[in-house]
C-alpha cells in the first residue's frame, strides 16, 4: 500500500514569514499533485511535477519533486492571510488511483 | 467550461437508511473517482468509474457502491447507513495522462 506522508500537519504563522511543507512515501510515483483545500469545498489543483528534481513555481509557490520521485515539498515565500487552508499532496502511477497525504492545515495570522 | 457538480450539498440521514449521491463531471471527462474525507482519515479512496466500468475500488465494505451512465454522470450509493459514514463526499473526474483532478465542492453527509 502507498503512503505519502505530510508534515507538519498543522503550521500557524505571522503574515509576511517563510514556509516549506513536506510530503514523503517509501514509494515511487510517476507524478505527484498539489492541491488546496478551502472549508465547505472540494480540493483545488495547484500543480502536477512528474519529472525527478523538477522544480515549477506559481507566484509565491515553490514545488519540488525529489530525485528518487518519492518527496515533494512546498514553499511559500512571504505567506498572506489568502493562503490560509488545507494544502494535500497525492501521488499518481498509471491508471491507479490517487493516494493523498492528510494535509497541512495552513493558518496565516494578519 | 462548467466545473463538476455534485448533488445535493448537504444532507442528513437516520441510520440504517440508504443514500444516493449524484455527481455530473467536467464535459469530455470519462473517468470519475469518488473519495471520503475525515478529519481522522484524510481522503480515503472510493472506487473510480472510467467509460461505465468500475476500474477501480478501494477498501471499504460492500454497502458503499456506484455506477456511471453512458453520459459520464455518476452516482454512488451507500446503504445501510451507520454513523460512522458521516464525512464529506468528493467525486473528481479528470481526462487523463498526468492531469490532476477537478474536484466538485463535496456532498456533507451527517447521520444522526
Known amino acids: 500500500t502507498q503512503l505519502l506522508e505530510q508534515s507538519p500537519q498543522f503550521l500557524s504563522i505571522q503574515e509576511g514569514e517563510n514556509l516549506t511543507v513536506y510530503c514523503n512515501s517509501s514509494s515511487v510515483f510517476s507524478s505527484l499533485q498539489w492541491y488546496r483545500q478551502e472549508p465547505g469545498e472540494g480540493p483545488v489543483l495547484l500543480v502536477t511535477v512528474v519529472t525527478g528534481g523538477e522544480v515549477k513555481k506559481l507566484k509565491r509557490l515553490t514545488f519540488q519533486f525529489g530525485d528518487a520521485r518519492k518527496d515533494s515539498s512546498l514553499h511559500i515565500t512571504a505567506a498572506q492571510p489568502g493562503d490560509t487552508g488545507l494544502y494535500l499532496c497525492?501521488?499518481?502511477?498509471?491508471?491507479?488511483?490517487?493516494?493523498f497525504g492528510k494535509g497541512t492545515r495552513l493558518s496565516v495570522i494578519a | 467550461k462548467a466545473g463538476v457538480t455534485q448533488t445535493p450539498r448537504y444532507l442528513i440521514k437516520t441510520r440504517g437508511q440508504q443514500v444516493t449521491l449524484s455527481c455530473s463531471p467536467i464535459s469530455g471527462h470519462r473517468s470519475v473517482s469518488w473519495y471520503q474525507q475525515t478529519p481522522g482519515q484524510g481522503l480515503q479512496f472510493l472506487f473510480e468509474y472510467f467509460s461505465e466500468t468500475q476500474r477501480n475500488k478501494g477498501n471499504f465494505p460492500g454497502r458503499f457502491s456506484g455506477r456511471q451512465f453512458s453520459n459520464s454522470r455518476s452516482e454512488m450509493n451507500v446503504s445501510t447507513l451507520e454513523l460512522g459514514d458521516s464525512a464529506l463526499y468528493l467525486c473528481a473526474s479528470r481526462g487523463g495522462g498526468f492531469y490532476g483532478y477537478t474536484f466538485g465542492s463535496g456532498t456533507r453527509l451527517t447521520v444522526v
Open positions: 497525492a501521488g499518481g502511477s498509471g491508471n491507479t488511483p490517487l493516494v
